[in-house]
């Protein structure tokens, strides 16, 4: 499943790095922990989070994770944004929750 | 649901709160992050967070949280079992991934908080 | 609510073992107290805020806690580095939290926030190098 069919089917809100919509998704991983992002998200995951800032991009890219949801409404920082875009790793959004938000992509596409 | 049932989606161990363990929990809530647990305004809210140390103990105990589940093999100290048994906080200890966590609960049919 | 109670304790700064035992002690005075559970929950996420803060940026501190007639007064008085700009401290995000502390959970720039939002008066004062005075008033 490709990051803009999740994107469609959650009706997420896409800020930036659109060139990455095409990505296929392997799953998902929810964490505000940096570190542990690092250490145990796989290539391919969908991350959703609720942290902003830029160092969010930079792990993003080096597990080369498909995208990123904020949850809760939040919005990345200008810098994070702007990263994404060259990153080519698309930051989406949602009003959601992160439990809520997790319990659907789960359905959507199930696994890990 | 009650909290032995979520126990048993989630295939995980209740550490501490057996006695309480047939009371029963309608919202989740998933955050890493203790101040945005702490804004929530709901009572009786399940947390799972992967992050285990005595600060979440602390964190249930002021939002007045009843239970946390432990995602990502987190394992539970001594001291933080003790913390929350002062409080009469249940403690879940679960191998799954926060993700994987989620969507069991979802699909068991608990509510998100909002 | 017949004569006012006034207690003190001492916190820490650097120790997160300890971290929110001030707070605990108070949720329960408030508790054992005829105050409504909503009150005492904004009271305690307050407290407990500006405990951690206490914990994580300055060396020693100490709250002091006073329930009056018609508030609840919580006054966290620490040494420490002081904030520099409380206005940029009060934006959400905004952290200097070192990256220990945000693995504990806490340092995402959520804190001074949620103890506005709770909080019916919030009084902040801080000289750099010396230390910051937090005072959180919620009434009754």
């Known amino acids: 499943m490709k990051v803009s069919d999740i994107s469609n ?101 199930g696994k890990k | 649901m009650k909290v032995n049932e979520i126990v048993r989606v ?25 101040s945005d647990v702490l804004t929530l305004v709901n009572d009786n809210v399940l947390l799972i967070t992967g992050l285990a ?37 249940s403690l879940i200890e679960c191998r799954y991934s926060v993700f994987r966590t989620c969507g069991l609960l979802y699909q068991a049919g608990v509510k998100p908080v909002f | 609510m017949d004569g006012a109670l006034h207690y003190e304790y001492n916190v820490e700064g650097g120790d997160f073992s300890r971290a929110g035992y001030a707070s605990s002690q108070i949720k329960k005075v408030l508790k054992g107290m005829n105050i409504d559970p909503g009150v005492i929950k904004r009271a305690v996420v307050a407290c407990y805020e500006a405990e951690v803060n206490v914990v994580a940026h300055a060396y020693s501190g100490a709250v002091y806690f006073d329930v009056e007639s018609n508030l609840i007064r919580i006054v966290f008085k620490d040494e420490g ?51 910051t005075t937090v005072e959180i008033i919620i009434n009754i």
Not at chain 1, 35 to 40: C, P, Q
Not at chain 2, 10 to 33: H, K, M, N, P, Q
Not at chain 2, 58 to 65: F, K, L
Request: contains cysteine.
């Open chain 2, 10 to 34: 989630l295939d995980g161990r209740l550490l501490c709160g057996s006695e309480r363990s047939d009371y029963t929990i309608d919202v989740a809530f998933a955050s890493d992050l203790m």
């Open chain 1, 9 to 109: 089917a959650l009706e997420l809100q896409i800020f930036s790095g659109s060139k990455g919509l095409d990505g296929e998704v392997r799953g998902g991983y929810v964490s505000d922990l940096l570190s542990d992002v690092m250490g145990n998200a796989d290539a391919g995951h969908i991350w959703i989070t609720l942290q902003t800032h830029k160092n969010v991009m930079a792990v993003a890219s080096l597990k080369d994770l498909a995208a990123i949801i904020l949850v809760s409404g939040h919005k990345p920082d200008e810098n994070t944004a702007a990263q994404s875009e060259e990153e080519g790793i698309p930051i989406l959004g949602t009003k959601l929750g992160a439990f809520d938000i997790s319990g659907k992509l789960y359905e959507l596409i």
């Open chain 2, 53 to 89: 140390n005595l600060q979440t103990i602390r964190t249930a105990e002021m939002s007045d949280i009843n239970c946390i589940v432990f995602a990502r093999n987190k394992k539970v100290s001594q001291e933080m079992v003790s913390l929350a048994e002062e409080s009469g906080i």
């Open chain 3, 81 to 131: 580095p002081g904030i520099e700009d409380i206005e940029l401290a009060m934006t959400e995000g905004f952290s200097t939290a070192s990256t220990a502390v945000r693995e504990m959970g806490f340092g995402a720039g959520m804190g001074l926030s949620n103890m506005k939002r709770n909080a019916d008066r919030l009084n902040i004062k801080s000289e750099v190098e010396r230390g």
